[in-house]
């Protein structure tokens, strides 16, 4: 059965390396991070406020 959404899904910042690509392991750790700690989701290509 599906999983309902019903509280926090949070906007991500992707973490880079020097030259700008992605970097995964850390990008990973933190979404671990906030999903073990209260999100219900991860929401990677939303804003994270600064609109």
Same mark, same amino acid.
């Given at each position: 059965m599906? =999983?309902?959404i019903t509280d926090v899904v949070a906007?991500?910042?992707t973490?880079?390396?020097e030259n700008f690509t992605p970097d995964t392991p =850390? !990008?990973?750790?933190h979404l671990r991070y !906030?999903?073990?700690n209260g999100c219900d989701g991860?929401? !990677?290509l939303? *804003? *994270?406020g600064e609109g």
């Open positions: 599906p =999983r309902h906007a991500s910042a973490p880079v390396f =850390r !990008l990973v750790k !906030l999903l073990d991860i929401n !990677l939303g *804003t *994270t």
